[in-house]
């Protein structure tokens, strides 16, 4: 079976499907309330999860020696806080739709570029020129979208 149809392919295309409803999810949330108590509240929520979820499972938390960690590793808590405010802020502007298709693109534009260079302790995939014929057609296709 090819990686297209694979279980990690589905897995990560769920992850897409939550990620737009997410993103629509807090955008209206920011509109009742404010984009910081929104993203506050979004993250506080996830937070709480989160630790059912490493108490559920016993997931190592005291016990790991996170000062061994690479600083850069911790940046994703940065982004996630800048994702759900720029997500929040776009999508009543242009539109979930012409949203997400522009988070898609700059997902993959910069998703070529961590796997060509190996960036942020990834292994290296380097891109052949048909795969960067197909991110092209891709934006091409995404700029269809677009009303």
Same mark, same amino acid.
């Given at each position: 079976?090819?990686?297209?149809? $694979?279980?990690?392919?589905?897995v *990560? %295309?769920? /992850?897409?499907? *939550?990620?737009?409803?997410q !993103?629509? =999810?807090?955008? $209206? #949330?920011?509109?009742?309330?404010?984009?910081? $108590?929104?993203?506050?509240?979004?993250? =506080?929520?996830?937070? =709480? +999860?989160? =630790?059912?979820?490493?108490?559920?499972?016993? *997931?190592?938390?005291?016990?790991?020696? @996170?000062?061994? +960690?690479? @600083?850069? #590793?911790?940046?994703? !808590?940065?982004? /996630? +806080?800048?994702?759900v !405010?720029?997500?929040?802020? $776009?999508?009543?502007k +242009? !539109?979930v739709?012409?949203?997400?298709?522009?988070?898609?693109?700059?997902?993959?534009?910069?998703?070529?570029?961590?796997?060509?260079?190996?960036?942020?302790?990834?292994?290296?995939? /380097?891109?052949t020129?048909?795969?960067?014929?197909?991110?092209? #057609?891709?934006?091409?296709? %995404?700029?269809?979208?677009?009303?």
């Amino acid at each position: 079976m090819s990686k297209f149809f $694979s279980f990690p392919f589905l897995v *990560a %295309a769920i /992850s897409g499907i *939550a990620m737009a409803i997410q !993103g629509t =999810l807090n955008s $209206s #949330l920011s509109q009742k309330s404010s984009l910081l $108590s929104a993203t506050l509240i979004v993250h =506080l929520i996830g937070t =709480l +999860v989160s =630790l059912v979820a490493v108490l559920t499972w016993r *997931a190592p938390l005291l016990n790991y020696n @996170w000062t061994s +960690v690479p @600083w850069y #590793l911790y940046l994703g !808590g940065i982004l /996630s +806080v800048l994702i759900v !405010g720029l997500v929040a802020v $776009s999508i009543p502007k +242009v !539109g979930v739709c012409n949203a997400t298709t522009a988070i898609i693109i700059g997902q993959v534009s910069m998703a070529v570029l961590i796997d060509h260079f190996g960036w942020f302790g990834m292994s290296r995939h /380097s891109w052949t020129p048909s795969q960067f014929i197909g991110v092209a #057609l891709f934006a091409a296709g %995404a700029k269809l979208l677009f009303r």
